[in-house]
Every structure is written in structure tokens, then in C-alpha cells.
């Protein structure tokens, strides 16, 4: 069945001291363009991201946020630099001495000074990361893509009685179209009978004329494309692979044999149902757009 190309997923995870919450959301696009943002300890697991979302995704614009909400106390490095702190010490001492301050250096007033005391995250273990990452980046996309799929059904169903009604009409004008060449022989030839009066037609070159007229606006092939083009489109919407351009594909020649029929038909009824079946096929591109 087809799938939406928009959609939202969240996932999360916990392991380790490590927790990540992953959210994905999409909207339609011709390509697929992931744009991903994530902690920068763990930059180095973006290949790995974009080509997991890549092997279940095919089409849409993908916002990935990726957040590192928990640390283990193992991930995190306390670094003292005791010359630094020394040489800071003797400094206030200095000031204190020579402004006739009041001693108060203590601990906290060192712990602020810059430098003396920095924090540092240690080095990810990228290969337990991206297995507990790719947990939440599961739980994400399998929501994602149920919604995808959800929405994708409520589409197909619509485009499939869409799709139904177009054929009927395309019934409708196959039905007429013999009758126009026969009610143009009825006209032609009363209207010569008039013009002509006592004067003997020339049955040939009547008929000529009528056989030029009934090649001229012969829609038979064009039906049977369209008939055929509309057969391809509802079978593909039964599919289980992105058929996205597939579907915009056909819209396209089904939009081209409809536009032969109405330049073609010389009749006011078919360009009626013409002009019924090119507001469904707009309708019908339109939700196309939306189709992974």
C-alpha cells in the first residue's frame, strides 16, 4: 500500500548511563533530503544515521533531532590544573598584600578562576553508542512510518474513487464517440442538400469528406491508452514499493491523452466530459505530490 511522504515519529532509549530521545519528522519532496541534528560527542555516527533512515526511506524532506539527555558519570572527566590554581593563589596573594585586602581566598573563589578546573566528556565507545542509538532511531521510524502508512491508506482510497469515476466517463465518451462521425455525415449532408438544392450530390466526394473527418477525430487509440494508463495507476497504488514518480508519471499521460481527446472529439458533449475528467486528474496530481 502507499505511504504518505509526511509524517512523525519519537523515539528513546536508555542503557548504560546513556539515554537518547530521537524525533523525525517529514514533509513531501521530490528527492529525499535528511537534515539531521545531534549532540556534537557523537558527529562521527552521522553517516551511519543518514544511510539507516536512507535503507526504509525513499522520498520526503527528513528532520531528524537527536538529543543526549543522560551521561553516566564514567562519560565525564574532572581535570584540576594545580599550577595554574598555584600561580592564581599567589597572585591574590600578591593583591592582597599590597592593596592591604582582607584575606579571603578560599576554595570556591580558586574553583571560579579560569582554566583551574575543566570538565571534559571522554571519548564515545561509537560501536555501544550507535547500538543503543539506533534502538530510539527503530522506535522513531516504525512510528514514523505506521503514520506514513495510515495517511497513505486514507489517499489511496480517495484516488481509487477518483480514478473509478474517470473511467466511467471515459466509458461515457467512447460510448459517443462513433455517433459523432455519423450525426457529422447527417450535417454535412443535409447542409449541401440545401446549399445544392435540384443539383445530383457527389456521393464520392461526400464520402471522402466524412472518411477524412471520421480519421481526423478518431479517439479509439487515445481511449484505449488512457483506459490502460488509469489500470496502471490503481494497480500501483495496491503496491508495497514507493511508487511516488511511478504515479506523477502517469497523471502526466493521462493528462496528455485526455488533452488529444478534447482537441481531436469536435464534439460539445465529450469536451463536457473532458473538461469533468481534467478536474479530477488536477485533484488526483495534487495528492500525487504527497505520495512517497
Same mark, same amino acid.
Given at each position: 500500500?502507499?505511504?504518505?511522504?509526511?509524517?512523525?515519529?519519537?523515539?528513546?532509549? #536508555?542503557?548504560?548511563?546513556?539515554?537518547?530521545?530521537?524525533? &523525525?519528522?517529514?514533509?513531501?519532496?521530490?528527492?529525499?533530503?535528511?537534515?539531521?541534528?545531534?549532540?556534537?560527542?557523537?558527529?562521527?555516527?552521522?553517516?551511519?544515521?543518514?544511510?539507516? *533512515?536512507?535503507?526504509?526511506?525513499?522520498?520526503?524532506? *527528513?528532520?531528524? /533531532?537527536?538529543? $543526549?539527555?543522560?551521561?553516566?558519570?564514567?562519560?565525564?572527566? *574532572?581535570?584540576?590544573?594545580?599550577?595554574?590554581?598555584?600561580?592564581? /593563589?599567589?597572585?591574590? &596573594?600578591?593583591? !592582597?598584600?599590597?592593596?592591604?585586602?582582607?584575606?579571603?581566598?578560599?576554595?570556591?573563589?580558586?574553583?571560579? +578562576?579560569?582554566?583551574?578546573?575543566?570538565? #571534559?566528556?571522554?571519548? %564515545?565507545?561509537?560501536?555501544?553508542?550507535?547500538?543503543?542509538?539506533?534502538?530510539?532511531?527503530?522506535?522513531?521510524?516504525?512510528?514514523?512510518?505506521?503514520?506514513?502508512?495510515?495517511?497513505?491508506?486514507?489517499?489511496? !482510497?480517495? @484516488? $481509487?474513487?477518483?480514478?473509478?469515476?474517470?473511467?466511467?466517463?471515459?466509458?461515457?465518451?467512447?460510448?459517443?464517440?462513433?455517433?459523432?462521425?455519423?450525426? /457529422?455525415? %447527417?450535417?454535412? +449532408?443535409?447542409?449541401?442538400?440545401?446549399?445544392?438544392?435540384? @443539383?445530383?450530390?457527389?456521393?464520392?466526394?461526400?464520402?471522402?469528406?466524412?472518411?477524412?473527418?471520421?480519421?481526423?477525430?478518431? &479517439?479509439? #487509440?487515445?481511449?484505449?491508452?488512457?483506459? +490502460?494508463?488509469?489500470?496502471?495507476?490503481?494497480?500501483?497504488?495496491? +503496491?508495497?514499493?514507493?511508487?511516488?514518480?511511478?504515479?506523477?508519471?502517469?497523471?502526466?499521460?493521462?493528462?496528455? #491523452?485526455?488533452?488529444?481527446?478534447?482537441?481531436?472529439?469536435?464534439?460539445? /458533449?465529450?469536451?463536457?466530459?473532458?473538461?469533468?475528467?481534467?478536474?479530477?486528474?488536477?485533484?488526483?496530481?495534487? $495528492?500525487?505530490?504527497? *505520495?512517497?
Amino acid at each position: 500500500m502507499i505511504k504518505s511522504m509526511t509524517g512523525y515519529g519519537r523515539g528513546s532509549t #536508555e542503557e548504560d548511563g546513556k539515554a537518547f530521545n530521537v524525533e &523525525i519528522k517529514a514533509v513531501n519532496n521530490r528527492y529525499l533530503d535528511i537534515n539531521i541534528r545531534l549532540p556534537k560527542q557523537i558527529y562521527a555516527l552521522e553517516d551511519n544515521i543518514r544511510k539507516y *533512515i536512507a535503507s526504509r526511506i525513499s522520498r520526503g524532506k *527528513i528532520d531528524v /533531532y537527536i538529543n $543526549q539527555e543522560k551521561f553516566s558519570d564514567d562519560d565525564i572527566s *574532572i581535570n584540576v590544573d594545580e599550577q595554574l590554581a598555584k600561580a592564581y /593563589y599567589d597572585a591574590f &596573594i600578591m593583591l !592582597r598584600d599590597r592593596f592591604n585586602l582582607k584575606d579571603d581566598i578560599a576554595v570556591s573563589l580558586l574553583a571560579k +578562576s579560569p582554566e583551574v578546573i575543566t570538565v #571534559e566528556n571522554k571519548e %564515545e565507545d561509537l560501536e555501544k553508542t550507535w547500538e543503543i542509538l539506533s534502538r530510539a532511531l527503530d522506535e522513531a521510524l516504525d512510528m514514523f512510518i505506521d503514520m506514513r502508512s495510515r495517511e497513505g491508506l486514507k489517499l489511496s !482510497r480517495d @484516488i $481509487q474513487e477518483r480514478c473509478a469515476f474517470i473511467h466511467r466517463l471515459v466509458l461515457d465518451i467512447e460510448e459517443r464517440s462513433p455517433r459523432v462521425v455519423e450525426e /457529422y455525415r %447527417e450535417k454535412i +449532408s443535409q447542409r449541401v442538400s440545401e446549399f445544392l438544392k435540384d @443539383i445530383e450530390l457527389d456521393q464520392s466526394r461526400l464520402l471522402n469528406e466524412i472518411a477524412f473527418f471520421a480519421d481526423k477525430c478518431n &479517439i479509439t #487509440e487515445e481511449i484505449v491508452r488512457l483506459k +490502460s494508463h488509469i489500470d496502471q495507476f490503481v494497480n500501483s497504488l495496491l +503496491s508495497s514499493e514507493p511508487v511516488g514518480r511511478k504515479l506523477d508519471f502517469l497523471i502526466q499521460e493521462m493528462n496528455r #491523452e485526455t488533452n488529444t481527446i478534447g482537441s481531436k472529439s469536435n464534439d460539445l /458533449y465529450i469536451t463536457k466530459l473532458v473538461v469533468e475528467i481534467k478536474s479530477e486528474l488536477e485533484k488526483i496530481r495534487e $495528492q500525487v505530490q504527497n *505520495i512517497e
